[in-house]
């Protein structure tokens, strides 16, 4: 039976799935960006507080993306969960991850942990948010995060 809809190669669906990832980020890099700019600047910076010296966009892009991927490896494996089990798998993964892989005293650890599952969690909901045939998928993928740099 014809649909009238044409298949998608798995090319196509990767390059998706690609776009999705890189617009979750998007979001995310939005959301830290708009924190530094309310701030206060009498304040110690958000990343301070948790014990980082990097850059957002090393902690988005080089953690946060690199978790995100796991945990959608992760679900992979699993049969289908509800959208519930889905967000306790990727809050567990942004924990773990974030809490074994950035090192620190044990306050700024706990602190960063949790931060890392939230990170994870608006990856989750851009996972679900972002569609393939919305202008919206790109804007935040390419065009938020070169404004946020820019500015």
Request: aromatic content about 14%; overall charge positive.
């Amino acid at each position: 039976m014809n649909t009238g809809i044409p298949k998608r190669s798995a090319r196509m669906d990767m390059g998706f799935y690609a776009l999705n990832k890189l617009a979750s980020a998007g979001i995310v890099v939005l959301l830290l960006s708009l924190l530094d700019w309310v701030w206060p600047s009498s304040a110690d910076q958000a990343s301070e507080w948790l014990g980082l010296y990097m850059p957002q966009e090393h902690w988005v892009y080089g953690y946060a993306l690199t978790a995100s991927l796991a945990a959608d490896a992760i679900l992979s494996f699993l049969p289908s969960l509800h959208k519930g089990k889905q967000a306790a798998v990727y809050g567990a993964v942004g924990f773990l991850f974030f809490a074994l892989f950035t090192g620190g005293n044990p306050e700024q650890l706990w602190l960063r942990a949790a931060a890392g599952a939230l990170t994870l969690l608006l990856f989750l909901w851009g996972k679900r948010t972002f569609s393939s045939n919305s202008l919206a998928t790109p804007f935040f993928a390419l065009a938020v995060p070169l404004l946020c740099w820019v500015i």
